[in-house]
């Protein structure tokens, strides 16, 4: 397909989300956009309750009560999932062009099927395929993401299985149908580092051969820096910079990025202690008026007290802060300096 | 088992400091699924011949991969589980075979921090309570509130605000649980602290809170730490020397420098480039960065030789006869391997 102005594979457009709880309205999403356009690697960044996963669970569909969508748009090649026509789409799309990665591959397949069954269940429903087709491309497809003998592992339950292995088997469910765009939640959290790296390897072959969009999330920037073109940070519901990995990296413009680059241990690095960001997230069922940072932020000032706007960066992204650029931890940065050895 | 003696030295008597914890040919074996339904249980080995000193005030990082055995030596020092073969000395005396009383009276000594904030505290029980148990088991309090006391102390130490002693655990965050479980540990003055992965349950801008704290710790109150890691990207803050297992074998000790600029044994390298670098010019591009080895825990093993021969790419005809034995290399390297010291 050639677009005269490329059109993103997907959009989401200054997206609300609340939770009606007994605690009151937790404001999970207050105003997320981001668009990823076909190849790309997008990374959203965040802590637990960032509103990271309820983003993608968003966009694929599985907000349930007690959660709805309040307002914003997601738009699936330029058109509308939710709109009543969108929504009847977004149904077909779902697991097939549209396809996801769960976190924990421990409690993601059935213990009650077989390895093989899950995959002829997806390949038959979307794919159309008919039975023996569909358990041949099966084994093709556990072939392709690095398991052996995949005509008797086909045969085998989920407990057979390593964790690594079963991630696997994940990631081959979620490419069974050619999907133009994988959202994977945090998909090596539950494994280990040699195990992980094997991952994300396959992801990152994967996206090359199949041209494959990822929306890749994670609370882990070292994975980012590893696999994305590009970097969204979601904090207390929103996203407050993105950009291309090099320059969110290299020049950090929002307090917080900063500080979460900075606390990220480094294996070079030979500080006896690491940065830290005093304080926790803020609790969306009260979420503050003005910026959400505010409360941790070691340049906060006044005007912090009015919610600040989006703006674009000198190097393409776009950061939401009143004072940009301002290295925030500097102060920091020089008391480890006397600690260190 | 083997005869010990000849595979480590004994280690170099240090005449000032006496190490706080000593590990000596530590072996744990666990009875395993047998053949069937009614076979004998296959005998696992969880641990095999681990040896170690550990000085007053000092850190050492215990890294491993699940089903390394870290958990299990973790367990193995504090005595909850039985040993097959090896002793276990704290301040000199050896308390492998202590039991009943006196082994209570250990464990005022040896501390336990626990992984997960969430599932390690009682929902039911005020912080007061939680913080209180330990003394109230060990009869230092005879009630609840004659502990108040201490535990207005103990949160003092802990950074966390004194109004919070009526609270329960489901109102706090991640990182202030941890907070909690650390004092809970501290309330009986211990010396050695096992923090069994301690941070890897936080989110990344607070996992620095928790490990600056303890340092801060280490400091002010002279604590000995295990801090037990399964990656090697936060122990290096922390740690004066680390250990790194594989399947129930140390592979490699050395100063924490060390560990991170010199690496020698294989699997250590391997660990080191897993490790996920937030730095962009570090992409990954598809399979051409990845450790070689495919599975480092699944692979069978028939007992002979080396165990890690099986994923090494150095693997030659002598790790296949025999185990190398864990030894003393330059530059106070330990390790085991046949390569170490060859290149």
Known sequence: MAYAQPTPILEVRDLHVEFDTMSGLVQGLRGVSFSVMPGET????????????????AVMGLIGLPGSIVSGDILWKGQSLLTPEGQKKAASLRGKSLSMVFQDPMTSLNPLMTIGAHLVEVLRRHMKLSKPQAFARGAELLEAVGITEPRRRMAQYPHEFSGGMRQRVMIALAIACEPDLLIADEPTTALDVTIQAQVLDLLADFQKSMGLSIVLITHDLGIVAGLCERVAVMYAGSIVEAGSAATVFEQAEHPYTQGLIRSTPRLDDRRDRLVSIEGAPPSLLHPPKGCAFQSRCPVASRQCDTKPARQVTPAGGSVSCWTPSLPAWADVAKTTEVHAR | ????????????????????????????????????????????????????????????????????????????????????????????????????????????????????????????????????????????????????????????????????????????????????????????????????????????????????????????????????????????????????????????????????????????????SAVPEPDPSHRRNGGVNAPKTVPTQTLSFDGVGCRYRTCCDKAGGHCQREAPPFAKHEGGHWAACWHVGMT
């Not at chain 2, 000193?53 to 390394?68: I, M, Y």
């Open chain 1, 42 to 57: 997008l990374a959203l960044v965040g802590e637990s309750g960032s509103g990271k996963s309820v983003t993608a669970q």
């Open chain 2, 1 to 272: 088992m083997t005869d010990l003696s000849n595979r480590f030295e004994p280690a170099q008597p240090v005449p000032s400091a006496p190490p706080i914890l000593s590990v000596r040919g530590l072996c744990v074996t666990f009875d395993g699924p047998g053949e069937g339904l009614w076979g004998p249980p296959k005998k696992v080995q969880a641990l095999d011949n681990i040896t170690f000193d550990l000085a007053r005030g000092k850190t050492l990082g215990l890294v491993g991969e699940s089903g390394s055995g870290k958990s299990t030596l973790g367990r193995a020092i504090l005595r909850r589980l039985p040993l097959s073969n090896g002793r276990v000395f704290f301040e000199g005396k050896d308390i492998t075979a202590v039991k009943g009383e006196a082994l209570r009276r250990l464990t005022r000594n040896i501390q336990l921090i626990f992984q997960d904030p969430y599932t390690s505290l009682n929902p039911r029980m005020k912080v007061l309570e939680l913080i209180a148990e330990p003394l109230l088991v060990h009869g230092l309090v005879s009630s609840i509130d004659e502990a108040r006391d201490q535990v207005v102390e103990l949160l003092r130490l802990v950074n966390l605000p004194v109004e919070t002693i009526d609270r329960f655990p489901h109102s706090f965050s991640g990182g202030q649980r941890q907070r909690i479980g650390i004092a809970r540990a501290l309330a009986l003055k211990p010396q050695l602290i096992i923090a069994d992965e301690p941070v890897s349950a936080l989110d990344v801008s607070v996992r620095a809170q928790v490990v600056n704290l303890m340092q801060d710790l280490q400091q002010e109150l002279g604590l000995t730490y295990v801090f037990i890691a399964h990656d090697l990207s936060v122990v290096r803050h922390i740690s004066h020397d680390i250990a790194i297992l594989h399947r129930g074998h140390m592979v490699e000790m050395a100063g924490r420098d060390a560990i991170y600029e010199t690496p020698e044994h294989p699997y250590t390298k391997v660990l080191l």
